[in-house]
């Protein structure tokens, strides 16, 4: 366990201040032990060392005009993170929380994440401090369009491809190509998620949330049960949440409680969902005004939280979707739902839980789908489109679905048979873990010291 210690401490010196960063290595490294006293190759040939080091980073400067004619400044990230198993992949989040530990923890994640998937993809991750909540559609344009005049000479159809991500949906997808397209003259799959009328993919918008769920189907299926008639807890209200809402609903479950930023929605009878995305979709307002059609739904303002505590988590569900961002679920968070039944989590989010909620998870032996496995689906998904863009091609809805659901099963067997192989068949992190980091450092290793 030695090297684990030394990677995190010449990390916190190399790197200071990283947080969340150092959380997403560490649980890799914890989880490749038995793979690294194994293997002397992987030590030789410094595969730690450098896996944990990004290719490259690039933070710049983003300067916008606010609508009161007020210059505005906001921090600017992509980072190229890994590229063995292809071009550098992964989305662009724009949020206050936004700083260089929380773009390198996703961006690390998202190596193993995507080399889950089987595909060609590389591993990036990029974003901005920049706040779209109470921001016009003009200010918004006009902060895309000043983010790519950096970003677009590193990115590219064969180089990186952002998405979205928590802030970065369809709209802000097409005010970056937009852009992109005027700076380089170029219309190419530089960037997935974009609309259906211009490039984007059938199933793209729904990907991460219906993968989610169909991990979480898969899980059950080992266990001999199903998602038919299971209450659903699903944390958060944005793209993700709302299509796990819309595949659980499929599936014969009831999501009865969801939440955003302002606080948490409880509906007994089940989540009013066309409700939802007329609120969150359209009209981008807060969960709150979901009590005038449904006045009988409860409603807890984040003041009014538990302390320490998600007001969500402490409601009693069959199975639990994280679906909002990273360490939404705390060990007494996990503790409680455990406590309360819940016989399933698959996150939406990306390291939704805190490491001690994981070890929670695990002990207690509920099935526990970690981000990196369960949401997959939506950047596999981009992967799709990147292949229909580039083959000028465009799949039915079917088509692209089931080629979702055979992924989303690919990843959870080969999480599950990993697991299975080193001893501990309930640990889905290590399998995952494991899994994905021998495919990247089988190719670092291919393709030499670089
Ligand atoms: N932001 C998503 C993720 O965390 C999607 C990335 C993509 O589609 O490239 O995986």
Redesign the pocket.
């Known amino acids: 366990m030695n090297y684990i210690n030394n990677t995190l401490l010449s990390l916190r010196a190399s790197s200071p201040a990283q947080d969340e960063f150092y959380q997403a290595v560490e649980e890799v490294l914890c989880s490749l032990a038995p793979v690294l006293e194994s293997n002397r190759l992987y030590q030789q040939q410094a595969i730690i060392q450098r896996i944990v080091e990004p290719e490259r980073q690039i933070f710049f400067r983003v300067p916008w005009v606010d609508d009161k004619g007020n210059i505005q400044v906001n921090k600017g990230y992509r980072i190229e993170f890994n590229s063995a198993l292809g071009p550098y ?5 724009f949020h206050p929380s936004v700083n260089a530990s929380v773009i390198k923890f ?1 961006g690390f ?2 190596i193993f ?2 080399a889950l998937t089987g595909l060609p ?1 590389g591993a990036g ?1 990029g974003g901005a401090n920049f706040d779209p909540k109470g921001k016009s559609d003009n200010e918004i344009m006009r902060f895309c369009q000043s983010f790519m005049t950096e970003l677009y000479r590193h990115v590219g159809p064969n180089t990186d ?6 802030g970065v949906g369809a709209r802000e997808i097409g005010y970056l190509f937009g852009q992109y397209k005027r700076l380089t003259g170029r219309y190419e799959g530089v960037l ?2 974009k609309g259906l009328l211009w490039g984007g993919s059938l199933v ?1 918008k729904e ?2 949330g219906y993968g989610t769920v169909y991990f979480a189907d898969y899980m059950l299926n080992d266990r001999k049960e199903n998602l038919q008639g299971q209450t659903c807890l699903v944390s958060g209200a944005g793209n993700v949440a709302i299509y796990a809402m819309e595949k659980l609903y499929q599936l014969g479950a009831i999501p009865v409680g969801c939440c955003d930023s302002s606080g948490t929605l409880y509906h007994q009878g089940g989540i009013d969902l066309t409700l939802i995305k007329t609120l969150k979709e359209d009209k981008r307002v807060s969960l709150a005004e979901y009590l005038h059609t449904h006045p009988s739904a409860i409603y807890t303002p984040v003041a009014d939280y538990p302390t320490g505590q998600h007001a969500l988590w402490q409601y009693t569900a069959d199975a639990a979707f994280p679906c909002a961002t990273q360490n939404e679920i705390t060990k007494t968070d996990a503790e409680t739902l455990i406590a309360n039944g819940c016989k399933l989590v698959s996150e939406g989010a ?1 390291m939704a839980s805190t490491q001690d909620a994981v070890e929670c998870f695990i002990d207690s032996g509920i099935a526990y789908g970690p ?1 990196k496995a369960a ?2 689906g ?2 596999a ?3 799709l489109e990147m292949a229909q863009n580039a083959s000028m091609q465009r799949w039915t809805f079917e088509d692209v679905d089931k080629q979702l659901m055979r992924i989303s099963k690919s990843i959870y067997q080969q999480a599950s048979e990993t697991a299975r192989t080193f001893g501990q068949p309930n640990n889905l992190v290590l399998g995952a873990n494991i899994a994905a980091f021998k495919r990247v450092a089988d190719a670092m290793i291919e393709q030499g010291v670089v």
């Open positions: 992949k992964g989305g662009l989040r996703l994640e998202q994440k995507n993809i991750k491809v952002p998405a979205g991500d928590i997935t998620g793209r990907a991460t990306n981000g949401n997959a939506g950047v998904t981009s992967q």
